[in-house]
Every structure is written in C-alpha cells, then in structure tokens.
C-alpha cells in the first residue's frame, strides 16, 4: 500500500522531514504501507532543485495546489509558525491527514482552532515534537509509566543552545515576533514541555517565568550597516508546578557556549530519576534507588538493543548509534501506520494545544512578573 | 608563632573544622603561624571524647568558658544557624577572631548586628562557605576574572541532595524551622548563592521564588509512632537577575535520588563558559568560545597543577586528587595568616550578610508568591 | 550525472550500504552526480524484497550477471571476507570501480592479487573502513598533520565487543575460519589498525599477539542440541611498534561486557593526545599540552560544525548529531565524486593489503608466541 | 593503647604517610588503638623541620638509631626501593612490625629474603598498595568475590602518567637503574598489576612484554649543560594470562598526555564488568549483565555510604568525596588494629613477592621478546 504525501516547506525541517519519507519504508519493510514522495511546496527559486534533491515528484509555490492533488493523504507542514494554523486548517478542510512541526501555532487559541478542523474533518494529526521517539526518552517514559520512579518530586528541563551569543550575528526570521510568536521560548521550551508531559504523563498547573534579550538589535541581513530590532525573548526561564505535586523548571536560551541543541530533561522522584541529553541522545541515565545501596548510581543505557528499546530493532546493531534524523523517520512510520490501520496519532493536536497553554501562560507570566495558572481549553 | 583555636560544635562541622585544625600546620610549613588546639565545646557526654580524639588539649560544656580564655584567639563556630549571631557577637567583644559555619544567621537582621559587632571589636571575621577554595571554583573565578567569559549572560546553580527522599526518614533538627531558619534553603542555596557572587563578582537583585515542603509530618526520632512536623522547606527554587545583567536560577532540594553531595553551577558568558560540580571537585570544565571553531569543547580541567592551581603546592603531585576536607584545610590556612599578618579575610561577615539578604527575600518571594528586590543593608 | 551502482550482499553491510546509497545524493546535491540504484545480488529467497525496499531495480542470485551489465559503473562488495577477492578481480577485470568492504581478503597474498587486478584495469577501488569518515576522527587525523601532537609516544587503540559473552549463543558464519579467516581479529582489529595508520600516518613495524577462543564449541543454529567447533578467535590483543618510534597496542574481543561497539583509539604526543571512542561518534576528546597549564584538560569536541568539521555542512546543524550511517554516505559521495572527476580514492586497496599484512603477522605472531615483523609487500 | 610509630623516608612517600599517621586516631577513635608519632628518619638537612612540621617527637639521619628505639613498634619505609630490602630485614631483626611501601624490593630475590626475614622474627608486615583500599575498588573486589561478573574473560589496565613528555625535564633519581631497579614499570605497573591479583583473586601465570625508553639522554639536575644517561624504561606493555584463563594487558608510561595520575583497570566478565581510574577515585563504574536488558548500562557508583562502602564511615556523608591521602589512612588503620588484635594483615610481604615475580618475568620478556612464565617462589 502506497500513501502520497506533500511538504510545506523546503528549508531544515523541509529537508530533515523529507530525509524521513525517503528512508521509512527502506527502514520498515514490515509496515505494509510506504509513502510516495508526490509534492514539495516552498517559496523560492531553488524549490525545484530541492525536491528533485530530496525525491518530490513534484514540486510548487502554492500551498493550495498540494492539497488540491487527489494523490496526496498526508500533508507535512514545516513552516514558520505564523502559517501552521491556515496551513493545517486549510488542510484538514481538504480532507488530508497532517503532521505539523512545533509550536503548533501562534498561541492556544489558533492550535484550538487547529483541533476543531481536525476533528470535524475526521482526519489524522500528528505534531512533530521529534525528541519524543528517542528511544533513550521512550525508556524514560516507559520507567516513568511503570512506576519505577515513585512519587515524581522533580523535573528539570534545560534547552540550551549557543548560536546567538555574538552579538553581531545578523538578524534572522526567528527573532521576529510576528512570525514565531516568540523566540527561545516557542522555539525550545515547546520541547522540554512536551517531553515533561511525555515523560510523566502528567500537566503542568502554574508558572513563573522570566524573559530576557540580551541583544535588542541587530545586524539587518539584507544591509549590515543598518540594524533590525529583536522582537522576541533570548532566553525564558519558568519555575512550575505539576498536578501531581511536582516542581519544574524550565530554561531555553540561544546564550549559552557550550551547548550546541542540548535539549535537556531529567525527573527526581522517590525510588529513582532519569536524565536525558539530546547531544548524547543514543544514552539515558537511569539512577534506580531500590537497587542495593552499595551498587546504587547513575547507569548509563546505551539504548540501541533490539529488544529492548522503541524502533531500534529497525535499525542498526547495539552500539551502532544513531542520529538526529531517526526521530523524523520514527515519527513518519507511526504516521503511516495510523492513517493505514485509522489507530491513533500521538502527540496529536491536542498535545500541541496542551503545550501552547503552558507557552502562553509564561509567556504572559513573563510580562506580568507573576504567577499564572494554566488554564485548558475544553476540547 | 602559635594562635589559639577555639571551637564550638562537636557533629558534623565542629569534626571537619577540627580535622582542618589538626592538618593545617603539616600542609602549610611556611606560613609561619600554626594553631594550637585548645579548646573544643559541645553539648553531650561525648565532648570529652570527641575533643581528646580531634586532639583538643580541653573541652567544655559552656561557651562562655571558651571565650573566658586568654590563651584562645580564634573562635570557629560550629553550631546549628540559631545560635550564630549570639556566639559570634559574644566572641567578638571577647576580642576573638571569628570563623563561623555558614548561613552566617537566622536573617539579614542578625548578620547585621554581627558586622557591627565584629567591626566595633576590631577582629577578624570569615564565614565558612568551605566551596569558594576548591581549586577548581578558585580557577572558574579567576577565569571570570581575566574577561575570559565575556558579559555574563547566564548563572545556573542547584545543590541537589537525596537524604530526606524516604518519607519515613525520621525527623531531625535540620527540619525544624526554630532552630534553621529555614530548610533546604538555608543550608543548600547559601552555598550556591556565595558560588555565584564569588565566581561572577556581581550581586543578585532580585528573585522569585518557589518552596515546597514534600513531606509534611515526619516520624519523630525518639519515637517513631508519633509524628512531627517539618516546619522548613524540602526544596526552594527561584529566579533571578543580577546587577550587570545576568539571568540566573537556583534550585536547593533534599529529594534529588541520584544526587548526594552535587553542588553545581554553571555560568555562560559571551566568550565562554565555566561549570563545576562538587562531586567531581578536582575538575573545572571550561567552554573557551575564542578558540579555532573546529577545536571548541568543554574542557576537563583536573585542578591539580602545583604551579598553576590555588592551594595545590601544598597537596599532592598532579592526578592526586584531593578531597572534602582540603577545602577547609584551605581556609584555615587563610585566617591564620589574615589573622597573623592582619590581613584581609575573605568571604568575610559582610559576604555572609549579602548571602543571607538575598535568601531572605527569596523566602519573602515565595511566601509572597511575588518578585522582591534584594536590599543591601548600608553596612 | 548518474553512475550505476550494483551491490553484493544483501544483509547488515547490504543495507548499510544500500541505505548511503540511497539518501547520498539528497544530502550532496552539489556533488554534480548521483548514484542509480541499479542491482542488488544476494543470496536468498528474500533477495527480491530487500531490494525493492531499499531502492534497488533489480535484483539478482548471481553476481556475474550483475558484473554484466553495462548500466554498472560501480560495484560494491559487501560479502563475507572468503569472497572479496574473487569478485573483486572479477569486478575489476568486467571494468567496473570498486568498494569492497573490509577486511579486503582472507589474507596479504588475496589482497595483492586485487591490487593488481584493479590496477590492470584502471578501475577506482576503494575499502570500506568507515570509521574513517566520522567528523571526529578527521579531526583528528588534521590535528596529528598540523603536528599538533608533536612526536607520537603512544597508540592506544581496542575494538571491544560483547554479543558473544553468551556461551550458549549459538555459532554464526563469522565464527567459521574459512568463511572469515579469522574472528574478532579481522572482524575488528582490522578498523583500529586502519584508524591508527589513518591517524598517525605511520606504519606499524612489527607485532607481538596473543588469541583467545573462550568458548570453543557452541550450539549449531539449525540443531541447538549438535555443538559446532568454534575455529577462530574470539580475542586478539597485541603489541605494537612503529616505524615512527610509538609503541602501541591493539585488541579486539566479542567478549567485554559493558561495550557493544566500543571502537577506541587514544594517541599520546609530546605535545598533546587525542582519543575517539565510536560510541559517542560525534565528539573527539583533545588534550593541548600547549596551553597554559592552568586550563589544560581533555577537551571534548563535538564534530558537527559545518564550518569546520568534515562532511558536516551536507548534515544538520551544530549539535544535531549524526549516526553510524553517515559515514557510510560520506564514503558513497568520495567514491563518486573519484569516479565522476577522475579523482583520488582513500582508503584503496593498497591501504586494504597494508592493514591485511599486519593482521597477518599478528596472526602468525600468535601462533608462534614470538615477535613478528610486519612485511609490506611491493605494490 | 598507643603503639609507636617510626617513619624512615622524609620526601613524597614520607608526607604521604605521616599525613595518615597523624589523622587515623581522630578519623578511627573506636579503633582502642592510636599511633604515637615517636621518630623520623631522613638524609637532608631539613629531616628536622619536616619531621617536627607532621609531628613527630624526634628525628634522625640514622635508621639503625630508629630502629634502636624501644618506644616503636611500627617501622614504616618509605625509602626508594634499592633500600628496601636492607631497611625491612634490618627491622624485622629488631623485632618491630612493618610497613613497607612499593614495590617491595628490587626483584623477587629481595622480595624472598624479606618475607623469609618477617616470618623469622614474627612481626606483622604489609606493604602500600595504597589503592587497594579505595572504596571503590574494594566494592569492585567485593563484586568480583560475589561472582557477580561470572567468569573473567578480560582484564585491561594502564597506568598512565605524563611528567616525562618533555624531552628537556631533567634527570631524576626515578631514572636511575641502580636505585629503582625500573622505571615506569616497577613504579607503576606494580601498582595495578596488584590491583588485579587483588580484585580478581587470582595470578598471572605468564607474560609478553615490550620497554621502550623514548628518551635516553636527559639534562643532569646539577648541571643542565650535561647530560645523564636514562638507564629505566620510560614504557612498558606487557600481555598476559591468568591462572583462571583470561587474558591480561597491562600498560605503564610516564609519556601519555592528559593522564596526570591514571591508574585504571578493567575487567569483564561473563555477568558484567567493572571499570576503576584513580582520577575519579570515588566511583566505581559496574555493568550488570543480568540487569533487564533495557537498563542495562554502566552505573557510575559513587561509593560515599558510610553503610555500603568500606571505610567511609569514618570519613564524611554521602558525596562528600574523598581524596589520595584517605587510602594511607585507611592502610594506617588496619595495620594498627593487625598488631593490636594480632590480625591478618594484607597486603603483606607475600603479595609484594608475588606482584614482584611479575614484574621481574615482565623485564625478562622485554629482553628477551618472548613469553616468559611467572614462577611463584615456594614460600
């Protein structure tokens, strides 16, 4: 069985979803369903070049004449966040099943909106938070889940990145508000929210945050020697807390040397923690404290054993490490197995408005220099 | 030349300080000046025992006894926080040079009328925030020191501990708000607060703060049938920013499983970043973003170069790592030769008062639920 | 451009093989030529499937009816060692360009014999030692040219496995002498006695080994109650000379528990080291004993700047770590670009002979429990 | 009960050991037992001054008037190894307990006529294998005991240190055959061959070994303008086989960049496996085979408990890390409870042969490039 798939967008997310769809089926004879690679939509020249490059079938500047196509089931949308909304609501009326990149939208209300589309349309919807299929953050998961932790005390989840430290770095699209919503924070703390609900299963109550730009303008790109104002947050730091009665915190900067995409979450909890790092995202460290005191520590998984650990037996032997991209291929199998078998999609759309509440009440907590509660939206 | 030490405490703290007393002399051989262990003071039939095993030539039951002596002129204290400010202000008009255990007080209010009393009297005064002399947190300040972080962007500290993750764990005074002042908070973020100010030579100014007690009634030690109830934090975290513009975060908790000693903090600047972690002492990990691009990393300093790491000379050849207590060795060596040669103390009473305002309104902050500005009092 | 690719083998090494081919031209569109996944030969009845599902036209049972076909430019052999040399001289002799995976042949007298035949035809050939191509280890081979290191003292280097700890594991071909020549020796030395030669440049002079088989029978796979006699090594160490003056050792083992693909290599210098362990591919550690000695320390050097680090810009961004499959794809782009510009290919078959002669000696060392000098050939 | 204690050896070793000479008491007080520091022995003018700065009661240039003294019971050598011997018989003559650091003498024949000489006079005799009593390696010893890692299959250890690597670092009596008997190898290959013998229980039945001296000729201390000839190996690598059946490498250089003080050791067997380096001498690394598969992984123990790891209790909480000197005091404990109890000591004068015997075949494989057999001295 075949499913026709097309792409928004030609740039990284373009081409990491793209390296996805190419590889899936290659990695997962056994599905039963396999993807054709029918269309690329982007904006630019070079959209031609990249879709041949990446296996498109074809490839266009309109959005509407993707989703017009009759041999296209799954529209993938990586664009900047100002268009997911339109995109994905615009598709779900064309009876397409979605995957979406992160943050879902500009703020919870457009991602509602999002979930009702969907929902009348009875289409599928995926939302890429990619980390969740780590299989190293499917083992954290999973020893969450069977209570190996106990009682969750802690979570601390740090997303760190350094591309922005020189302050001469000219200006970029993702420091403009109108089209991101906001900067480290939609950007990063998207992440290491959904993997803290992923991890726990649990949501997050209230938040305090703070937001810092460290450079306010900028080198414009087009003209050096004129300047850009940064519209966004550099950095946002919020402290939380759980339904469940844990404290969080939280971090996402573009600031700090030293760490390139280290996406960060580690969980505290009465009978033991896990940590996570994505720049080692082959590894998770399990500290188990009901294992004899002598041998307590921190175990270092390397979680690549066929029998063990999420997707790898489609992989490679243990100890053959992957990389970033499996994530996407992962992702684009369980895709194509929901809309094969109609099972379920997860995260799904709601899991992106779940994020964006949390997004959006720190946001506002930043501005206000107050706690606020995160409140959620029926759906 | 000999000094006369007095101590005051004989647990925990009153046995490290006792050891640095005991060493200092054999380490140190040129400085010149070594103690001579009069007097140990404690409550409990054990003092005796305790001061005879610590090489104490007396013990005493009364402080007042301790403070009487002519033949003592240094007092180190060693008590739980509520007992501090008395001791300290006593062993001031006494005419004794002061080392005393960290928090300096209960509260700013107290550290206060300590400073003044230990300037009326004209003595020596230093606070026992034994982390500033690890060879590694001596580099990362000097480090910071040279410009070699650049503008500071980021402080990230938390002091992760594990002992009171057991719910049964039975109560102990460390819990009881009367006698500490405060609980994780108090005993932990002081540490990390002093690490920040130290290392970066910036204040913090103001905070937002979170606390939370996990386990409210613990079984009370003498009898394990009833219960008491813990009046203190088990985990404070908060927010801040400092003067020259950092953001910063601090966490102190006792319920870290997989954390039993783990000091850290990290600092990221504009040109580089530092990190350290007290359960790997002897290492500074040093980000030099000024480096050739291709041959940036964190570098693993062992801080164990004789002729290049504060304090080592007087230890073991390089790899030979030292331990706990070679950071109070260390700072004994320094009051002594403050104390000899009239010189400057440091972290002095002034620090531990700076320390505390900010811990005050971090406490204030959580209660409050609400940003506050650290006020320095004039001093 | 497009240069067809035909492929022997169909398992692990098919695969890996088939899936650079697959995705090398998306991830080097600039490259000007790109692979046509023409045939692939295996034998088997799943054959037909695994070609269809990684891309393949056609497929095969017979490799002489894929050296037939003149839509082939390039054949790649991934099959056990007892066949490299027969169908790469056939390869060679039918006019194709050849990759041919590693070890090259059963032993030094194959591998000449393959030299020559490449070298009558004019063909490219080149050997699969893969881990020649991760980012970190070019770094450090730039780094031993720059002289950086300065004289080399010391080669470290171990290939450490674990799938065979199991005694009642049952016997696999690669246990077999004469489909493999040797055990874990060929199986694994043979990576870390390129990664030393491609590192240091030197060449190793003489060897001294010891071999190891610690579970001489194992069950057959087809009957588990029949054992098989296991004819190889299970372990390989030995010692090491090079012409340069280093000594060095090498070891190669199925049987250490704790590492699953524990590729190490560790180079003491005058000047400095570097060590690489393919478990963390992405990072390389580097210690410069050229800076000042107070900031000197093992630096750990993420590999995935795109400026600055091999292959990377065709990949993601900093700190989105790559796979084990990249450096497969990072072959497959050199191999064509050689073969489209008439260019240079590295490792070739001399470099395979070169390494085949020295695990040659060391096998004959083993035996023999003497020193034995590594003869090279004239090519 | 006080049993005096006299040291003969004022330089590094000296240091060394009566640091823990003077702390043992006061970190032991229930041991019924306390050293009395009665006399140091040393050849320099400033024996004095050392001895009364680690606080000993007298001092003296003439060993044979220490070991006159009535008032010692405990002769502790920390002289180069050439003395050894002479010191040891001489002490044992005189009827005092020793202590004798390594290696024990200058061969296996020196070695003999100590143990002979011991047993003669019925004294108790230990020599410093000081890292024998780490906590760490003391749980990996206790694992190994447990059968936890099942049949050994491999040990792996190195001794690596840097202090050579400059060819202009002047001569040192370290690098004199006459005094030290070897170089890096009886300074450091003792030590970790001891190690293995002590965590694994069993013996090195032969070995193939190789020396390299990388640079000959080196500046006189006295006189840079002249050179003295290096007659001690700089390197050596020896292979081995234990009595049990695994296979063995051991490494020692004083020219390997980046390791300050690195005594490591590995071994692997069938259940697990177990890593050690000095540098981070508080944890012990253990991978558990029989752990679920998915959680399999090394544990970083860091071995503090005061419940689960030997000694600790003496020292500091959990996490509290110790350092280089807790080792000698831990030696100085048990020695002084084996003559106050009349108890086994360990390691003894037996063990400092049988690690010997190893040493001296070692030197004899490198001569002679061949596989030398250890032969075990009846004694």
Redesign the interface.
């Known amino acids: 069985m075949e499913l026709g798939v097309g792409i928004i967008g030609h740039k990284?997310m373009g081409k990491?979803h793209?390296?996805a769809w190419?590889?899936v089926?290659?990695?997962f004879?056994d599905l039963g369903v396999r993807p054709a690679l029918k269309m690329m939509c982007g904006v630019g020249d070079d959209v031609p070049?990249?879709a041949a490059?990446?296996?498109w079938e074809h490839s266009t500047q309109d959005y509407h004449e993707l989703l017009g196509r009759d041999d296209i089931q799954i529209v993938d949308i990586c664009t900047p966040n100002n268009l997911h909304a339109r995109m994905a609501i615009d598709a779900a009326r064309a009876g397409k099943h979605i995957l979406c990149e992160k943050p879902l939208a500009m703020n919870a209300d457009e991602c509602l909106a999002m979930v009702q589309a969907v929902r009348e349309a009875g289409v599928k919807h995926q939302v890429s938070f990619c980390y969740r299929r780590c299989p190293a953050v499917m083992?954290a998961r999973?020893l969450v889940r069977q209570g190996r932790?106990g009682r969750i005390?802690?979570v601390?989840a740090?997303y760190?990145?350094?591309?922005l430290?020189?302050?001469q770095r000219p200006m970029v699209w993702r420091l403009k508000k109108e089209v991101t919503g906001s900067g480290a924070h939609g950007d990063l703390n998207a992440h290491i929210v959904d993997l803290a609900r992923h991890i726990t299963g649990d949501e997050i109550a209230e938040v305090?945050a703070?937001a810092?730009t460290?450079v306010g303008e900028r080198p414009a790109a087009a003209d050096p020697a004129r300047t850009e104002r940064v519209t966004v947050d550099d950095?946002l730091?919020?402290?939380a807390?759980l339904r469940g009665?844990a404290?969080a915190?939280f971090?996402a900067?573009r600031?700090?040397?030293?760490?390139?995409?280290?996406s960060r979450i580690e969980i505290?909890?009465?009978?033991?923690?896990v940590?996570f790092s994505?720049?080692?995202?082959?590894?998770?460290s399990?500290?188990?404290?009901t294992r004899?005191?002598?041998?307590?520590?921190?175990?270092?998984?390397?979680a690549?054993?066929r029998?063990?650990?999420a997707y790898v037996a489609a992989y490679?032997?243990?100890?053959?490490?992957?990389?970033?991209?499996?994530q996407f291929i992962s992702q684009a199998r369980d895709l194509l197995e929901a809309v094969a078998c109609d099972g379920a999609t997860w995260p799904d759309f709601v899991d992106g408005l779940r994020c964006q509440e949390v997004l959006d009440a720190a946001l506002v907590s930043a501005e206000q220099?107050?706690?606020v509660q995160v409140e959620q939206r029926q759906v």
Chains 1, 2, 3, 4 share one sequence.
């Open positions: 990284f990491a793209s390296q190419l590889d089926a290659a990695f004879p070049d990249v490059q990446w296996g083992l999973e932790l005390y802690h601390r740090s760190l990145q350094s591309w430290t020189d302050p305090c703070m810092e460290f950095a730091l919020f402290l807390r009665g404290v915190s971090e900067t600031y700090a040397q030293g760490h390139k995409n280290d505290n909890g009465e009978k033991g923690s940590a994505f720049e080692r995202m082959n590894e998770l399990f500290f188990d404290a004899p005191r002598a041998e307590q520590g921190w175990t270092t998984i390397m690549t054993e029998d063990a650990h490679w032997p243990p100890g053959h490490v992957i990389g970033y991209e499996h220099r107050a706690w």
